[in-house]
């Protein structure tokens, strides 16, 4: 019995492996070169396909950026006073309806980088400039409160939303009529 017979035997569940046709794999048959042919043949190929593809068009070096010349134009002031803010704080005075801040939002970040308090006299608007102050009137009593503006507003069906304290300062809490008037008092 040959060598390959006792492994194949070992390896299958026939008893008798010697009823079997015995195999030889085709590089061992000097005859066929069909099989060394299509050796070649799939080993050049996948060595093609391997290869990276070389561009087109080779870059070339950009040309330097030209040196500005010496002459500069002065430079600005460093303060600069916004003399049109002064006319938007006179021109700026509002009505439209207010809201206030849950209880939830405590200890929230605001837009301007604070974190929100409720106690606090702070407020958000659309448009006006963080850190500016205004006075929000409650129309329907008569009372007024000074707050900081320190966040942004996204609802457009409301004029500003008031921290809980200014709100329950104005008496906002609770009502269903929040008309309010607001006026500029600063633009920083």
């Not at 060598?3 to 009823?19: V, Y």
């Not at 430079?75 to 002064?86: D, K």
């Not at 929100?116 to 958000?124: E, G, R």
């Amino acid at each position: 019995m040959s060598l390959l017979a006792t492994i194949t035997a070992a390896a299958t569940r026939w008893r008798f492996t010697n009823s079997l046709p015995k195999l030889q794999p085709c590089i061992m048959d000097k005859s066929n070169n069909l099989c060394s042919l299509l050796i070649i043949l799939t080993l050049s190929v996948s060595s093609c396909a391997s290869t990276t593809p070389t561009p087109a068009v080779i870059p070339t070096k950009r040309a330097s950026t030209p040196t500005p010349s010496k002459q500069t134009v002065a430079p600005l002031p460093s303060t600069i006073t916004p003399t049109p803010s002064i006319a938007y704080a006179d021109a700026y005075h509002m009505r439209g309806n207010a809201t206030w801040y849950d209880l939830s939002a405590h200890g929230m970040q605001t837009a301007s980088g604070e974190i929100y308090d409720l106690y606090k006299m702070t407020a958000a608007h659309a448009t006006l400039p963080l850190n500016s102050r205004v006075q929000v009137t409650y129309l329907q009593t008569g009372r007024s409160v000074i707050v900081t503006i320190n966040d942004r507003l996204t609802d457009n069906r409301t004029l500003i939303r008031l921290a809980h304290d200014a709100a329950k300062r104005l008496g906002l809490v609770g009502q269903t009529n929040r008309l309010v008037e607001v006026r500029l008092l600063n633009n920083p």
